[in-house]
């Protein structure tokens, strides 16, 4: 609250220096009934001071910062009462409600200046109260010393005292004010538009107070004062707000001043023409109120320029470099407001350093709002000249900002380097333009179309370009100036040395270049017609290039941005955009189906550049009419088929596959025609297959010479690839096919890559089979046919596994991975209605053998830890061309898996690679987890527990033979490695792993007291030291859950055990340490060997289970039995009822029973969970 004026004399305000604040209500009710008779009675929003008025209607002055925004929506309705109130309710007749304070203010201006100080400190959310008192005197110095901001421990209270003259103000607030709430930061769009509102309101007031109150050395003063106070305070909410209320008034000053200057330019020119007058017209008095007025007015323009001035020092220059970086950011958005609006006192070297410093700053908003206001400067031309020094000092930081972490400050960065060349012609250098278009190949596209865009501009909008040679039609000016162009942008790709990336050349400059890209008349024509020496030049060196580029706008059109690899989110392509789009579509389609054909002819004998121009039909528009290019069709066609008999490249194959499944669907306007000339083409190549395999196969045996061979080949190269895109099984491929793997499984010399094609094709066969079986109803024969194919072509490649060369090895564990995937998705979609399904389940054999071969053709070559590198200097091309296609026999694997094809326990020997393959397969193997754990988490835990128990039997059957260093044992230190590894995955909600993680545990008991008898043994079981891995996962349990697992170690190791505190008893210390958390095994664990297992004395050996027997017997487990857990909302999870355990009978079932607590009061420990008399049994 805010006590009212009282004018005292100095030793009173001496000793009231603090005013009471129950004193201060009641001379507020009194002064409210006197200012009551004096106001008007048609501005009811202002009756009586607001003060007294929030006293009834609020109990804190930011009573509103809580509710939500349809409330606020609501009270709309409700008149106003303060100020704060008018502008958080958003009134749209801001200007009417500051005419009414100022007729308030002009009749009582002290409680108008209260209400504009209330309004402040109320727009810093402060939920405290204010106390005013007058003072009259500045050079009083008892009272100056007192304007402090502390702390009262005592009440709780923090307060400011200072002075904002006639005014000593004391704001009293809770300690907890600066928490960071308060309306400028709040979110929420009520909360935008109030920011917005409070900046208006400032603007508003000094805009209607120009011509009057602004002047009365009163009012701005004391708002001056108020606001340099509060800027200045330690609380983050005073500092934030009133420093944007402050440079709010002064950017509004500013605009003051404009005025002034006009009005003062304006009664100069009348005072020269009444001074040009002749002596007879001259009217001196004239002269004297002209001169009177101009006088005046520049005292004001100069008034004004003192209070800017105390602003600017008193505010600007203490939290220009505020810790907050939202009060930098205000401060550099407006003093590049001030420069660009009132240069004469702003655009200096002065000012101009601040923001310079800033552009260092570490927020990135800060820079952006520098870099923004920079543009803004450097734009006008009347105001960059006073920027020469600024560029030179501070050039090589902007150039900088383009590698700006930011991405939108790298931008705007960008954008102002452009401006900035486009100012001063010699500042940058060309190194500095060499950096900076590079960024065309920047994978952010805002900053690779900023980047295209100087780059068009400085280089293919060169003047000299645009003035072609006299004398030439339209159309050679035309292709005159591409051409010129796409020298200018071949020479700069070259420099660059990038030649892998035109298509983000082209992605980059098609916003400000696409008419010169998507000229397709052009670039054609200059491919397809003879030409001057000059363009053979071109045809010679950059022919390549062209084609590359005419592609990469033929695609850009189609698909338009942003590039595969730009894009930051799925982007919504407007109307406009569609139109544009199908505009061009339609005249690539047009113009390319004329063209194609004659492109096709030129280029036959390059297959690269043929490769190109195949891919072009793919982007035709289908909504063409197609019997007016039926002839240009016809033509294109016949061109193709020449492509695809003359060349056996798999690239060019692939394409032209690709380009005739796009002319022969069924939305293409020429289908049949399409169709007939590609059914043609696979009749005339699978005929020829089967003659030439007629000669050469004879009694089982490949009897082929070179040239038969060669046919062979490039004709299987050719229907593979067909198949690949569009279905052949009506010309029965798969048994000719199957021919060829038939005499290489049962007699070899088939050549390696006739094999291969062969493996491939007859896969696309099954492929398609198994795609389109149960779309129609079939019969049972027909199903067991194809079932037989199946497995017969499984068959042929178990055996090619084994085969000498590793390119059809892995051809055939491809085929196999494919062809199982495809049937269980088959089964999966499989309708009973279409008649028996296609059942076909791989037989263990099988199953080892693609197991063996991810064993022996994937985790192969060095052993690499989790601290190697998988990019170092020494490893090459050929390392990275290695690992990546080991990465996909990988995750061909794994997919097994995944899809249930192969069984789960399959993946043990996956994981157990996980360490020593991080690098190179982490995230294959991690993924692999992920996925079995949402199939089947139990199950999933299993085969955790199979990988580790495995790892640790054969290092211990190592250490028990005596043959330490075997390949492919690991230590015990990386089994525990890989254990904590494996804990990690299973992430922070424990209550969701709670049953995985349990039965873990129960395994682990179980695998090492199998057999162990607790009255007659005396020495340790065999498997003890496993317990030290086990306890990697004790920290995932739940506090009930350990306490459920304790006593069941406690069942299988004895009382008797567990007080033993010999060496070899060591890892059961630390286990159950890890259980009951505590340090109790921290001394334990250093006795234990990071790279090898203790080899007690006493140990039996003679135990030693197998493998198989440690994993999968199961007759004597007893079931473990966790509490439910249940978790209501959000709320803590706590414990209601204590968890009893207790033995049954022959202490071979453990259950966890639940019972009252005993004093009825419940457990609050963070750590205990809700537990309920339901029970799980693993």
Same mark, same amino acid.
């Given at each position: 609250?805010?006590?009212?004026?009282?004018?005292?004399?100095?030793?009173?305000?001496k000793?009231?220096?603090?005013?009471d604040?129950?004193?201060?209500?009641t001379?507020n009710?009194q002064?409210?009934?006197?200012?009551?008779?004096?106001? #008007?009675?048609?501005?009811?929003?202002?009756?009586?001071?607001?003060?007294?008025?929030?006293?009834?209607s609020?109990?804190?002055?930011n009573g509103?910062?809580?509710?939500?925004?349809?409330?606020?929506?609501?009270?709309?309705?409700?008149? %106003?009462?303060?100020?704060?109130?008018?502008?958080t309710?958003?009134?749209?007749?801001?200007?009417?409600?500051?005419?009414?304070?100022?007729?308030?203010?002009?009749?009582?201006?002290?409680?108008?200046l209260l209400?504009?100080?209330?309004?402040?400190?109320?727009?810093s959310?402060?939920?405290?109260?204010?106390?005013?008192?007058?003072?009259?005197?500045?050079?009083?110095?008892?009272?100056?010393?007192?304007?402090?901001?502390?702390?009262?421990?005592?009440?709780?209270?923090?307060?400011?005292?200072?002075?904002?003259?006639p005014?000593?103000?004391?704001?009293?607030?809770?300690?907890?004010?600066?928490?960071?709430?308060?309306?400028?930061?709040m979110?929420?769009?009520?909360?935008?538009?109030f #920011?917005?509102?409070?900046?208006?309101?400032?603007?508003?007031?000094?805009?209607?107070?120009?011509?009057?109150?602004?002047?009365d050395?009163?009012?701005?003063?004391?708002?001056?004062?108020?606001?340099t106070?509060?800027?200045?305070?330690?609380?983050?909410a005073?500092?934030?707000?009133?420093?944007?209320a402050?440079?709010?008034?002064?950017?509004?000053?500013?605009?003051?001043?404009?005025?002034?200057?006009i009005?003062?330019?304006?009664?100069?020119?009348?005072?020269?023409v009444?001074? +040009?007058?002749?002596?007879?017209?001259?009217?001196?008095?004239?002269?004297?109120?002209i001169?009177?007025?101009i006088?005046?007015?520049?005292?004001r323009?100069l008034?004004?320029?003192?209070?800017?001035?105390?602003?600017?020092?008193?505010?600007?220059?203490?939290?220009?470099?505020?810790?907050? !970086?939202?009060?930098r950011?205000i401060?550099m958005?407006?003093?590049?407001?001030?420069?660009?609006?009132?240069?004469?006192?702003f655009?200096?070297?002065?000012?101009?350093?601040?923001v310079?410093?800033?552009?260092?700053?570490?927020?990135?908003?800060?820079?952006?709002?520098?870099?923004?206001?920079?543009?803004?400067?450097?734009e006008?031309?009347?105001?960059?000249?006073?920027?020469?020094?600024?560029?030179?000092?501070?050039k090589?930081?902007?150039?900088?900002?383009?590698?700006?972490?930011?991405?939108?400050?790298?931008?705007?960065?960008?954008?102002?380097?452009?401006v900035?060349?486009?100012?001063?012609?010699?500042?940058l250098?060309?190194?500095?333009?060499?950096?900076?278009? $590079?960024?065309?190949?920047?994978?952010?596209?805002?900053?690779?179309?900023?980047?295209?865009?100087?780059?068009?501009?400085?280089?293919?909008s060169?003047? %000299?370009?645009?003035?072609?040679?006299?004398g030439?039609?339209?159309?050679?000016r035309? #292709?005159?100036?591409?051409? +010129?162009r796409?020298?200018?942008?071949?020479?700069?790709?070259?420099?660059?040395?990038?030649?892998?990336?035109?298509?983000?050349?082209?992605?980059?400059?098609?916003?400000?270049?696409?008419?010169?890209?998507?000229?397709?008349?052009?670039?054609?024509?200059?491919l397809?017609?003879?030409?001057?020496?000059?363009?053979?030049?071109?045809?010679?060196?950059?022919?390549d290039l062209?084609?590359?580029?005419?592609l990469?706008?033929?695609?850009q059109?189609?698909?338009?941005?942003?590039?595969?690899?730009?894009?930051?989110?799925?982007k919504?392509?407007? +109307?406009?955009?569609?139109?544009?789009?199908?505009?061009?579509?339609?005249?690539?389609?047009?113009?390319?189906?004329?063209?194609? !054909?004659?492109l096709?002819?030129?280029y036959?004998?390059?297959?690269?550049k043929?490769?190109?121009?195949l891919?072009?039909?793919?982007?035709f528009?289908?909504?063409?009419?197609?019997d007016?290019?039926?002839e240009?069709?016809?033509?294109?066609?016949?061109?193709?088929?020449?492509?695809?008999?003359?060349?056996?490249?798999?690239?060019?194959?692939?394409?032209?596959a690709?380009?005739?499944?796009?002319?022969?669907?069924?939305?293409?306007?020429w289908?049949?025609?399409a169709?007939?000339?590609?059914?043609?083409?696979?009749?005339r190549w699978a005929?020829?297959?089967?003659?030439?395999?007629?000669?050469?196969?004879?009694?089982?045996?490949?009897?082929?010479?070179?040239?038969?061979?060669?046919?062979?080949?490039?004709?299987?190269?050719?229907?593979?690839?067909?198949?690949?895109?569009?279905?052949?099984?009506?010309?029965?491929?798969?048994?000719?096919?199957?021919k060829?793997?038939?005499v290489?499984?049962?007699?070899?010399?088939?050549?390696?890559e006739?094999t291969?094609?062969?493996?491939? &094709?007859?896969?696309?066969?099954?492929?398609?089979?198994?795609?389109?079986?149960?779309?129609?109803?079939v019969?049972r024969?027909?199903?067991?046919?194809?079932?037989?194919?199946?497995?017969?072509f499984?068959?042929? &490649?178990?055996?090619?596994?084994?085969h000498?060369?590793?390119?059809?090895?892995?051809?055939?564990f491809?085929?196999?991975?494919?062809?199982?995937?495809?049937?269980?998705?088959q089964?999966?979609?499989?309708?009973?209605?279409?008649?028996?399904?296609?059942?076909y389940?791989?037989?263990?054999?099988l199953?080892?053998?693609?197991?063996?071969?991810?064993l022996?053709?994937?985790?192969?070559?060095?052993?690499?830890?989790?601290?190697?590198?998988?990019?170092?200097?020494?490893c090459?091309?050929?390392?990275l061309?290695?690992?990546?296609?080991?990465?996909?026999?990988?995750?061909?694997?794994?997919?097994l898996?995944?899809h249930?094809?192969?069984?789960?326990?399959?993946?043990?020997?996956?994981?157990?690679?996980?360490?020593?393959?991080?690098?190179?397969?982490?995230?294959?193997?991690?993924?692999?987890?992920?996925?079995?754990r $949402?199939?089947d988490?139990i199950?999933?835990?299993?085969?955790?527990?199979?990988c580790?128990?495995?790892?640790?039997?054969?290092?211990?059957?190592?250490?028990?033979?005596?043959?330490?260093?075997?390949?492919?044992?690991?230590?015990?230190?990386s089994?525990?490695?890989? %254990?904590r590894r494996?804990?990690?995955t299973?992430?922070?909600?424990?209550?969701?792993?709670?049953?995985?993680?349990?039965?873990?545990?129960?395994?682990?008991?179980?695998?090492?007291f199998?057999?162990?008898v607790?009255?007659?043994?005396?020495?340790?079981?065999p498997?003890?030291?496993?317990?030290?891995?086990?306890?990697?996962?004790?920290?995932?349990?739940?506090?009930?859950?350990?306490?459920?697992?304790?006593t069941?170690?406690q069942?299988?190791?004895?009382?008797?055990?567990?007080?033993?505190?010999?060496?070899?008893?060591?890892?059961?210390?630390?286990?159950?340490?890890?259980? $009951?958390?505590?340090?109790?095994g921290?001394?334990?664990?250093?006795?234990?060997?990071?790279?090898?297992i203790?080899?007690?004395a006493?140990?039996?050996?003679?135990?030693?289970?197998?493998?198989?027997?440690?994993?999968?017997?199961?007759?004597?487990?007893?079931?473990?039995?966790? !509490?439910?857990?249940?978790?209501?909302?959000?709320?803590?999870?706590?414990?209601?009822?204590?968890?009893?355990?207790?033995?049954?009978?022959?202490?071979?079932?453990?259950?966890? %029973?639940?019972?009252?607590?005993?004093?009825?009061?419940?457990?609050?420990? !963070?750590?205990?969970?809700?537990?309920?008399?339901?029970?799980?049994?693993?």
């Open positions: 609250m805010i006590a009212e004026p009282t004018l005292l004399s100095k030793s009173v305000q000793e009231n220096s603090g005013v604040v129950s004193s201060c209500l001379s009710r002064r409210d009934e006197n200012r009551q008779k004096t106001v #008007r009675g048609k501005r009811k929003a202002r009756e009586g001071s607001e003060n007294a008025k929030r006293k009834h609020r109990t804190s002055s509103s910062l809580g509710r939500v925004e349809n409330e606020q929506l609501k009270d709309r309705e409700v008149e %106003a009462v303060t100020l704060f109130e008018v502008v309710m958003g009134k749209s007749a801001m200007q009417a409600v500051v005419d009414d304070w100022i007729e308030a203010y002009i009749m009582d201006r002290d409680s108008a209400d504009i100080i209330s309004f402040f400190i109320q727009c959310g402060c939920k405290g109260v204010v106390t005013a008192e007058m003072f009259q005197s500045r050079q009083d110095s008892e009272v100056m010393s007192k304007m402090v901001e502390d702390l009262d421990e005592g009440s709780g209270l923090q307060y400011k005292k200072f002075l904002a003259f005014w000593i103000l004391t704001v009293t607030w809770p300690m907890d004010m600066d928490s960071g709430e308060y309306p400028l930061v979110s929420g769009l009520y909360w935008k538009r #920011r917005l509102h409070f900046c208006e309101f400032v603007s508003v007031l000094v805009a209607q107070c120009q011509y009057n109150v602004i002047f050395n009163y009012l701005l003063n004391t708002l001056i004062s108020l606001l106070e509060l800027s200045d305070s330690r609380v983050r005073f500092r934030h707000t009133c420093t944007l402050a440079v709010k008034l002064l950017s509004a000053l500013v605009n003051v001043a404009l005025n002034l200057g009005s003062v330019g304006n009664s100069q020119r009348l005072y020269d009444e001074c +040009a007058k002749t002596a007879s017209k001259r009217a001196a008095p004239r002269l004297e109120r001169q009177r007025k006088n005046e007015l520049q005292d323009k008034e004004i320029e003192n209070m800017m001035d105390a602003i600017f020092k008193g505010v600007f220059l203490k939290r220009y470099r505020d810790v907050i !970086p939202e009060i950011s401060c958005e407006e003093l590049t407001v001030w420069m660009r609006l009132y240069s004469p006192v655009l200096n070297d002065s000012c101009l350093k601040y310079g410093w800033m552009l260092h700053d570490k927020h990135p908003d800060v820079r952006l709002k520098c870099v923004l206001g920079l543009q803004g400067l450097y006008d031309a009347h105001l960059r000249t006073k920027m020469d020094l600024f560029t030179v000092r501070f090589e930081r902007m150039i900088s900002m383009t590698l700006d972490k930011d991405h939108e400050v790298a931008v705007q960065a960008m954008r102002l380097l452009m900035i060349s486009q100012s001063y012609e010699e500042v250098s060309q190194d500095d333009y060499k950096h900076m278009f $590079q960024f065309v190949y920047s994978s952010y596209r805002p900053l690779a179309a900023a980047a295209g865009e100087f780059l068009y501009s400085k280089l293919l060169n003047p %000299a370009l645009t003035e072609p040679r006299d030439l039609s339209e159309e050679n035309q #292709r005159e100036l591409t051409m +010129a796409l020298r200018t942008l071949l020479h700069f790709f070259k420099e660059s040395e990038v030649h892998e990336h035109v298509l983000c050349l082209v992605d980059s400059l098609w916003d400000c270049g696409g008419a010169f890209l998507k000229d397709w008349v052009s670039l054609t024509s200059l397809l017609q003879p030409s001057s020496s000059q363009e053979q030049d071109l045809r010679d060196t950059d022919e062209v084609i590359e580029i005419l990469a706008s033929v695609r059109a189609v698909e338009g941005p942003p590039l595969t690899g730009r894009g930051s989110g799925k919504v392509t407007s +109307a406009k955009e569609k139109r544009s789009q199908t505009d061009d579509c339609t005249g690539l389609t047009e113009h390319f189906i004329k063209v194609l !054909p004659e096709l002819s030129k036959l004998e390059d297959a690269k043929l490769t190109s121009f891919k072009i039909p793919q982007y528009q289908m909504d063409t009419q197609g007016e290019y039926l240009s069709m016809q033509a294109l066609l016949a061109q193709l088929e020449a492509a695809v008999e003359k060349h056996t490249g798999a690239e060019l194959l692939e394409e032209a690709r380009s005739y499944q796009i002319l022969c669907s069924e939305e293409s306007p289908h049949s025609l169709s007939s000339a590609m059914d043609q083409l696979i009749q005929k020829t297959l089967g003659m030439c395999l007629e000669e050469s196969l004879s009694d089982g045996v490949f009897t082929a010479d070179e040239e038969k061979t060669g046919e062979i080949l490039s004709t299987l190269k050719k229907l593979t690839a067909f198949y690949n895109a569009q279905d052949l099984s009506k010309w029965e491929l798969y048994e000719l096919g199957s060829l793997l038939v290489e499984t049962q007699n070899g010399g088939l050549p390696v006739v291969v094609e062969a493996l491939r &094709c007859v896969c696309y066969s099954v492929l398609w089979k198994l795609n389109t079986f149960g779309e129609v109803a019969s024969e027909l199903a067991i046919h194809q079932r037989n194919q199946l497995r017969a499984c068959e042929k &490649c178990l055996r090619c596994l084994s000498n060369e590793h390119q059809v090895r892995e051809q055939a491809m085929s196999l991975c494919d062809i199982l995937i495809a049937h269980n998705y089964l999966q979609m499989w309708d009973p209605s279409a008649g028996p399904p296609l059942l389940t791989p037989d263990p054999k199953q080892k053998a693609l197991l063996t071969f991810i022996d053709h994937v985790f192969t070559g060095p052993e690499l830890d989790s601290h190697s590198r998988a990019g170092e200097s020494d090459g091309v050929s390392r061309e290695d690992l990546h296609r080991r990465r996909n026999l990988l995750a061909a694997y794994c997919k898996i995944v249930s094809v192969l069984e789960m326990s399959m993946a043990a020997e996956i994981f157990k690679q996980y360490m020593k393959y991080y690098n190179d397969f982490g995230d294959i193997i991690k993924e692999t987890l992920n996925r079995t $949402q199939m988490k199950e999933s835990a299993r085969t955790l527990v199979l580790l128990q495995q790892l640790f039997l054969r290092l211990k059957q190592e250490q028990d033979s005596g043959s330490m260093g075997s390949p492919g044992v690991q230590t015990y230190s089994i525990k490695e890989l %254990a494996f804990s990690l299973f992430g922070w909600d424990q209550i969701k792993s709670r049953e995985s993680l349990a039965m873990i545990h129960r395994d682990g008991i179980e695998f090492v199998k057999g162990f607790q009255q007659g043994e005396k020495h340790s079981p498997y003890l030291s496993y317990l030290t891995i086990l306890s990697e996962f004790s920290s995932k349990l739940l506090k009930p859950d350990k306490k459920t697992v304790y069941y170690l069942k299988y190791a004895g009382d008797q055990t567990f007080s033993n505190r010999e060496e070899c008893w060591l890892p059961l210390i630390y286990y159950r340490a890890s259980l $009951q958390g505590t340090t109790e921290e001394d334990a664990v250093s006795y234990i060997s990071s790279d090898t203790k080899q007690f006493h140990t039996n050996r003679s135990r030693s289970p197998s493998i198989k027997q440690a994993v999968s017997e199961g007759d004597m487990r007893s079931p473990l039995t966790l !509490p439910c857990i249940e978790t209501k909302g959000n709320k803590h999870v706590r414990s209601v009822e204590e968890t009893k355990v207790a033995e049954q009978n022959q202490g071979t079932k453990m259950q966890s %029973a639940t019972g009252l607590p005993l004093d009825g009061q419940q457990r609050t420990s !963070p750590d205990d969970v809700d537990v309920d008399t339901v029970e799980i049994d693993l």
